[in-house]
């Protein structure tokens, strides 16, 4: 009876999470079968015409599906190795840092952009990047011509990755941080004892401590490599950088909702969840084996 | 047992969390559907038995019903504040309208600026979910007819339209109505666009040139000259390098209808008509984008903008005239009702500024040349299964009155105008759907009379309500100028850019089709992506100008060969 006392809270917290999964994960399954029709709103799911793989076909005719998918896996995998860097040497260094109140500012500084809406940041950057703005007044001062930083495919994919970064590294160092914080103080005590400066100590002991989250962190990421961020790339790229920052999402949201496409665009969709699903197991797999992470 | 346990929990909360999701989308259909039915079941009931058969004619087109009828809309939101306690759909507009015919009118969805707009009515159209009655472009009115989505408006339209619809679609001789007409029945009631809309015309600092002593531009080249002044001789006098040459926009050219910023003169002077079906010298039908004059017109905008002349930043703007309502540019291209807007906004912040039109840059012969834009292209639907299609026709023929000025009731009209005066909002964007109606030749006429009694040679006292107000408000201005912003908007309009229409020769070239083909439903969108892609990087030079070959032939591969022999098909047959 006691048991079920305590476990209560923990059930009423799931559920939302699986009416949400229910809704928005679930039920639009079944909906993918219209990735094999010629949709028509009117006749329905169940009255529209079959035309099995022709959107398929068709999808790998186009000039643009070789860019898209090339686009999100290259944002998606250099995101997700930013992400795990940046995080970790952040941790790392913060960890280093004596003055304990020093170190909850800057931990709470850095991770409030995690808490902002691409919405507003993309109106931040663009003035940031723009051809007044401090970034081309800052490489004014090193005698460099200004850059239309927005409209060149060679800096924008930077762009995107540095201020995705930039919003997330230091949320990110939080599970790193209570990593560190879980690595035994004995271990450091007996390498002070053994006479390691304070680098051996990172290097003999804080790293190996942190070493199973890190390979587990990057497995579990292994699952994002098709999710490049609609929010951010939808509300900062232009029709110029369509070339090096249109992803699948984008892609699918202009076939579909702008165009009226919708078994085009459901066909993109669901051949991105079948590669991320075979991503997942991948990923899973190769956690449960490196880092001992099992869900079921 | 620990375990046991644990899995029926598991089970049970499992259980519920589906339960719960059954009944909240449960739930919600119901509503939706209870809400619906009731309101077309009442409706229905009351709009069968209480209209009479004895009235016709414009006694029936704008006949009060007996009981209260509701119409669900989708309601595009506009810029303007309303006065304290007034909301979209509850405003002095709205509440005239209701009054006069007992319709009330609830907003199934509001979005705001056009291309929200477009996708809540794609989104509507895909899953199969319309309000009562909406407004919709060519392509969703095409998607809504070959779905039976939409209820026949023939019959309703032939009882309850007014005199005054009648009359503007007859204007354009009965291409509006044929344009939503398929197999002889009509399924929306289509916009009257003027003919004006279509020329794109160059606005300039007429203030600037004179402080630079400078003359209007005729050609492309002396138009470049200028925006070199514009740029390095600091006409705004505040002693900073910061002002623009020529603005654009990232669509390089509209096409049919311009905007702000559209580059569509430029092409034209080089005898280009991007966007647009023509014929070629040997008569054969041919997309207008791909014609070698393009080329050149590409040519001459890269250069530009290698120079500095096009606003370096002109792709990258969420809102294009920006750097218009900023003061920032002095000279870009637009149709006639510019004053309306944007110029409204950037005079207001720079009452020094004052913009003229021209119809330049002419081409090597010394002719203006301008694209036409089709007679109409928004139009309004009706549900299949609403009740009482001619509410919405109601409507139609009720705001159309009052924004044609001829609504008889003048005490509520006065009170409409004082409202919107002490607000600055526009009536017209809180009628309930945005679709104008006006003859296709208005502008230039009304030009044209309003210029006759200001110099005295025509009583004022004799012209319709709508170009009374025009003259009534350019004597304000003429008085007081810049005074009176509400005056100053027609004033301009009509004086400038209406003038300009007036009194300059054009060479107007139509598109020869404006519709879907079978092959562009499914290709067209890649294409035109392929095209403003193009455009766009050889202009700002990502692309060298010989690119344009390759996309011409790449163009004609993917799909557009097929599709301009549909075209040909569909133009000849």
Redesign the interface.
């Known amino acids: 009876m006691l048991w079920r006392k305590r476990s209560f809270h923990y059930h009423l917290m799931v559920w939302p999470g699986i009416v949400f999964l229910i809704l928005f994960s679930l039920v639009p399954m079944f909906y993918a079968m219209m990735a094999f029709q010629d949709f028509r709103p009117r006749r329905g799911i169940t009255g529209s015409e079959w035309v099995g793989f022709d959107n398929f076909q068709y999808l790998f005719q186009l000039p643009d599906s070789r860019t898209i998918f090339f686009n999100t896996i290259f944002l998606a995998v250099m995101k997700i190795i930013a992400n795990l860097i940046v995080p970790l040497v952040f941790a790392l260094l913060l960890n280093e840092v004596r003055v304990r109140f020093m170190r909850r500012w800057i931990q709470t500084i850095v991770y409030l952009p995690h808490f902002l809406s691409w919405v507003l940041l993309a109106t931040v950057f663009f003035d940031v990047f723009s051809l007044d703005g401090i970034m081309n007044k800052l490489i004014s001062l090193f005698g460099v011509d200004p850059i239309l930083f927005y409209q060149s495919n060679k800096w924008f994919p930077a762009i995107i990755i540095g201020t995705d970064v930039w919003k997330e590294f230091g949320f990110g160092a939080i599970v790193y941080l209570a990593a560190l914080t879980g690595i035994n103080p004995v271990l450091y005590e007996a390498a002070e004892i053994d006479g390691a400066s304070r680098f051996r100590q990172l290097i003999h002991v804080t790293i190996p401590g942190v070493k199973t989250t890190v390979i587990l962190l990057a497995t579990l990421a292994l699952g994002n490599v098709m999710n490049a961020n609609f929010d951010q790339i939808f509300n900062m790229y232009n029709p110029l950088v369509y070339q090096s920052t249109d992803i699948i999402d984008t892609y699918v949201y202009r076939v579909g909702l702008n165009d009226l496409q919708y078994s085009l665009a459901t066909a993109v969709g669901l051949l991105k969840s079948v590669v991320s699903f075979v991503l997942v197991t991948v990923s899973y797999v190769l956690a449960s084996r490196f880092a001992n992470y099992r869900i079921f | 047992m620990?375990n046991y346990?644990t899995s029926k929990?598991m089970a049970?909360?499992?259980a519920?969390?589906?339960l719960?999701?059954a009944c909240?989308?449960g739930g919600g259909s119901d509503a939706g559907d209870g809400g619906k039915s009731s309101t077309s079941s009442d409706a229905g009931d009351k709009g069968t038995t209480t209209t009479p058969s004895d009235a016709k004619g414009d006694a029936l087109a704008y006949e009060k019903y007996s009981e209260p009828v509701s119409i669900s809309v989708g309601f595009k939101i506009p810029d303007d504040k309303l006065g304290a306690g007034d909301t979209n759909d509850n405003n002095p507009v709205s509440r005239y309208l209701e009054g006069l015919l007992n319709i009330k009118v609830t907003h199934a969805w509001e979005a705001k600026g056009d291309d929200a707009f477009?996708?809540k009515v794609?989104?509507a159209?895909?899953?199969?979910d319309l309000p009562d009655a909406m407004v919709v472009d060519r392509?969703?009115l095409r998607?809504l007819i070959?779905?039976?989505?939409v209820e026949d408006l023939t019959d309703v339209y032939a009882k309850y339209g007014s005199e005054l619809v009648r009359a503007m679609y007859d204007s354009t001789k009965g291409l509006a109505l044929a344009d939503a007409t398929v197999d002889g029945r009509i399924y929306g009631m289509p916009n009257v666009a003027i003919e004006a809309d279509a020329p794109s015309l160059l606005w300039i600092r007429q203030d600037w040139l004179d402080k630079l002593n400078l003359q209007a531009p005729k050609t492309v080249d002396e138009l470049a000259a200028i925006a070199k002044a514009f740029i390095e001789q600091d006409p705004d006098g505040n002693g900073k390098k910061d002002t623009l040459g020529l603005t654009g926009d990232?669509q390089v050219v509209y096409g049919q209808k311009p905007n702000p910023n559209g580059f569509d003169s430029i092409f034209s002077s080089y005898h280009a008509f991007p966007k647009n079906w023509i014929k070629d010298k040997d008569g054969n039908v041919v997309y207008g984008s791909i014609t070698p004059e393009n080329k050149d017109a590409l040519a001459k905008l890269a250069e530009m903008y290698k120079a500095g002349l096009i606003d370096?930043?002109f792709?990258?703007y969420?809102e294009t005239q920006e750097p218009i309502v900023a003061n920032k540019t002095g000279m870009f291209f637009g149709p006639w009702w510019m004053p309306y807007w944007p110029l409204a906004d950037a005079v207001a912040n720079d009452t020094k500024a004052e913009w003229k039109a021209y119809a330049t840059p002419l081409d090597k012969d010394g002719k203006f040349v301008t694209h036409m834009a089709p007679v109409t292209d928004r139009y309004l639907v009706v549900r299949k299964g609403y009740k009482n299609p001619e509410a919405a026709v109601k409507l139609l023929n009720a705001f159309t009155r009052i924004e044609r000025r001829s609504d008889p009731n003048k005490d509520e009209m006065k009170k409409l105008d004082d409202y919107a005066t002490a607000n600055t909002v526009q009536n017209r964007n809180y009628y309930p759907f945005d679709l104008l109606l006006d003859y296709s030749d208005a502008v230039v006429k009304r030009y044209k009379d309003v210029q006759a009694a200001l110099k005295g040679e025509l009583d004022p006292a004799t012209f319709d309500p709508d170009t009374k107000q025009v003259y009534d408000y350019s004597v304000i201005e003429k008085e007081n100028p810049k005074k009176n912003m509400d005056a100053w908007k027609p004033a301009k309009a009509y004086e400038l850019g209406g003038g300009v229409l007036a009194t300059t020769d054009m060479e107007k070239i139509y598109s020869l089709f404006y519709g879907t083909t079978k092959t562009m439903e499914?290709k067209w969108?890649?294409l035109q992506?392929?095209e403003?892609?193009t455009f766009?990087?050889i202009i700002?030079g990502?692309l060298p100008v010989d690119a344009f070959d390759t996309f011409v032939s790449?163009w004609k591969k993917?799909g557009g060969d097929q599709i301009t022999k549909e075209v040909s098909d569909l133009v000849a047959g």
Not at chain 2, 125 to 128: D, E, G, P, Q, T
Not at chain 2, 146 to 149: A, F, K, P, T, V
């Open positions: 620990a346990r929990w049970a909360s499992i519920l969390a589906v719960l999701s909240g989308s477009k996708q794609n989104l159209i895909a899953s199969n392509n969703q998607k070959d779905n039976d989505m990232k370096p930043q792709a990258l969420k499914t969108t890649s992506k392929l403003n892609e766009l990087k700002v990502d790449d993917l």
